[in-house]
């Protein structure tokens, strides 16, 4: 919780010893323990034993989650899944080095598709997320650490750029339901779909057309402010990343 007042040098060389950590392959029960006690305490785990918040998107070939356990990948594997997409972009928990073993065990294939939840969309990511998900081996699932913020996006982008939805539909997926809130910093992320149905929707643009040429993730990000006290909320008590 102190690590904001560390220097920047010192908090880099902190994450990169948690991934090299965690990059390694399970080797015995003493490694075995300590992996499972950092994703229930360390990575707040322990919520998602309880509740994965879990839900079948669009057309049905694409889930969406939280973090899941061992467990949970065996049920998608049970449920006919065959790729998992982690949104999370660090292997900075013993999630990650479960993660990765179960899928091997069950047979599913893992990938990696980076979303970030309180800054302005990159260009980049956006304009490769139609490629993306034309690449990927169907029924899969999408997650992030609490399947409300990076999940909800994503399958957004999913229900636009793969399954041909309206945006303003798409972005229900950014929701109350799925413990997503629009006033904290999360809610830029409803603010960039709103900027579109504002400035390219409504001038006739198609979505990638005003991602490339008009979008100005810059601004968006000047122009976005977060509630205070949903932010406490979001960040301070349910940890979110």
Known sequence: MFNRFLPP???YARRMARIARWE????????RLRAWVNMLL????????AYLNRHRIGRGLLWRSAQPAPH??????????????SLRGGREHGSWQLQREACEREGLLLREFVVRSREAPDRAMLLSARDF?????YPALIHCK??????GFAAALYLILHEGRPVA????????????????KTGILDAFFDRYLLEGEAKGLSFLDWVEHHYDPERLQRDFQAGFWSDILVDRLLRRE
């Open 9 to 11: 040098e010192t908090r």
């Open 72 to 85: 949970d990948l065996a049920w998608f594997k049970r449920q006919g899944l065959r790729t998992i997409i």
């Open 169 to 184: 539909e798409a972005a229900r997926q950014l929701s109350p339901r799925y413990g997503h809130f629009r006033f904290a």
């Open 24 to 31: 390694k392959p399970i080797a015995g029960r003493r490694n």
């Open 133 to 137: 998900f034309a690449g990927v081996e």
């Open 146 to 151: 609490s399947g409300a913020d990076r999940a």
């Open 42 to 49: 360390v990575d707040h785990g322990v919520l998602r034993l």
